[in-house]
Every structure is written in structure tokens, then in C-alpha cells.
């Protein structure tokens, strides 16, 4: 599968309207850290609640520019909710935006690896029987939430260490992501016994794999591969083309992704401003 710019716009469009659905689906707030999602070409800055992850500006850059009055909007935006301005700004974004946000004082922060499947090729499943792996019912958050937060508090202990969150926002953010009516929820057990868990959400034909964690003591059993197994089959099913899972690089999370197929299509740069220097950006 070769990332041309058209493949990286479907995905980052995709990944910007999902962390929109998460933001509009919150509850509605008065006062000056309400929600918002603002369009910025294909894609959008958008702010949940504060800390949250889901606060970024996504799908920017790709197929047209981004302006210094954009820019002065959603910084200004960020700022009266006293949240950094996160950009995760694809490689294959125009040049002129990493400028014009470099100049502008953001400074990077890491990166993110997106790595796709052609669901179109064929797939060879492997034999993994002693994972069981079942669709989450509508309204059951248990125990599809807990093994994902216990997963995430617990990360693997390989490749670039990724941001940490405390418990309490994991779980307040990961209930926020299931009310997603559009997002569909995995468990994966051994021996009847909760192992595993993981997300998917289609649109336009592109499957996000999102959300996948392991119990430690459940880890080196197949349950990731189970996940993603389970996962794409539904999303052929369903008439995707391309299947893609973001991780950070040199993870556990992208070594399994990548003995199930998928191959890195392109990264993020990951570009954040402080809100102390939101006032003094230049223009």
C-alpha cells in the first residue's frame, strides 16, 4: 500500500472527525471551558475538557494551507480554557504549515507512527482459538473499560515511552470515547477470563483500530492479535478498503500491527504551544 497525500488526507479526515463525535457528544457546559470542534480544512481543532487527550488540532495542512487567522482563532480558543495547543501534523502536510507553526513558537513534542492494511489483499488468520474475542454490548462499559485502563496504566516496556495520563482522567476520558455511537467495543478473554479489550470505528471506508489494551499478565498470548483479527475481518465485512492503527514508534502495539500486515504509511509530528505563549506568537 503506498501513502500518497489522497490516502493521508482520508485517514487524518477520519481520526478528526472521530476526536469531533467525542466532543460533541459531551454534556453541555456553560462558561469558558465549554467543548468545541472547529473546522480547519479537512480536518479540526477541538477541545473536550481540560487535560483531556482528545484536545488537538488534527487533519490540518494536508490538502490546503493553514493562515496565521486560523491559527489566531484556535490558539485563542485554547487559551481562555488554559490548554496547550497540540498539533499532530502529518508528514505529508505542506510544507508551509510546519513553517508557519515553527515560527509561530511551537516546539515539538514526539511523534506518532500511522500504519495501514489494504483490506482489499488477501488475509491469511492465524490460529489463535484460545482467545475468545466478542463485540461489547450496547450500554456495557464492564469490563471493556477496566481492562482497557488497567492496559493503559501498565504500557509495555518497549520503544518511545508514550504521555501518561492519571487513572481518573484515563477513565473519564475513556467513557467520553464509548458514547460515541459510531465506535464499536471488543473484549477478548482466555479461559472465560477478561484479557483484553479495543475499539474500532468505520468511516469512508477507513477502519480505525483504536483503543487496544492488554492485561499484563495477559500480555505475549496473542490477545492483541486476536484484537486486531477479530476487528479486521468485521471491517472487510463491512466494506473497508484500509485498515489503520496509530502507535507511538517502536512499540509493542506497532510490532503486533506489523505481523498482521500493516506496514507504516506515514508519522505525525506531534507540535505543541505553551498557552504562556500563545500572547506573544508571531504573526
Known amino acids: 500500500m503506498f501513502a500518497d497525500v489522497a490516502l493521508a488526507l482520508r485517514i487524518d479526515a477520519a481520526e478528526a472527525r472521530l476526536s469531533r463525535s467525542i466532543a460533541v457528544g459531551l454534556p453541555a457546559t456553560d462558561g469558558p471551558h465549554s467543548a468545541f470542534a472547529i473546522p480547519m480544512g479537512s480536518g479540526f481543532a477541538v477541545f473536550g475538557k481540560v487535560g483531556s487527550p482528545i484536545n488537538k488540532v488534527i487533519g490540518i495542512g494536508i490538502d490546503a494551507t493553514v493562515t496565521a487567522d486560523e491559527l489566531d482563532e484556535i490558539e485563542g480558543a485554547f487559551r481562555v480554557r488554559g490548554e496547550d495547543v497540540r498539533v499532530e501534523l502529518s508528514t505529508l502536510a505542506r510544507v508551509e504549515v510546519g513553517a508557519l507553526l515553527t515560527a509561530r513558537g511551537y516546539r515539538l513534542r514526539g511523534f506518532e507512527n500511522v500504519l495501514g492494511l489494504d483490506l482489499r489483499a488477501p488475509f491469511a488468520s492465524a490460529d489463535l482459538a484460545h482467545v475468545a474475542v466478542d463485540l461489547a454490548a450496547d450500554g456495557e462499559l464492564s469490563p471493556w473499560l477496566e481492562v482497557l485502563v488497567d492496559g493503559f496504566m501498565q504500557p509495555d516496556d518497549s520503544g518511545v515511552p508514550g504521555e501518561a495520563y492519571p487513572r481518573a482522567l484515563a477513565e473519564e476520558v475513556t467513557r467520553d470515547f464509548a458514547r460515541s455511537s459510531d465506535v464499536q467495543r471488543y473484549v477478548a478473554r482466555i479461559d472465560g477470563e477478561p484479557a483484553g479489550s479495543a475499539s474500532m470505528r468505520l468511516d469512508g471506508g477507513i477502519a480505525a483500530m483504536c483503543g487496544a489494551s492488554t492485561l499484563p499478565a495477559r500480555r505475549r498470548r496473542g490477545v492483541q492479535q486476536a484484537l486486531l483479527q477479530r ?17 507511538a514508534p517502536g512499540t509493542q502495539s506497532q510490532s503486533n500491527a506489523e505481523r498482521r500486515g500493516f506496514r507504516l504509511l506515514y508519522s505525525r509530528a506531534v507540535l505543541v504551544l505553551s498557552v504562556g505563549s500563545v500572547d506573544g506568537a508571531a504573526d
Open 231 to 247: 476487528r479486521i475481518e468485521d471491517a472487510r465485512v463491512a466494506g473497508c478498503d484500509v485498515a489503520v492503527v496509530t502507535t
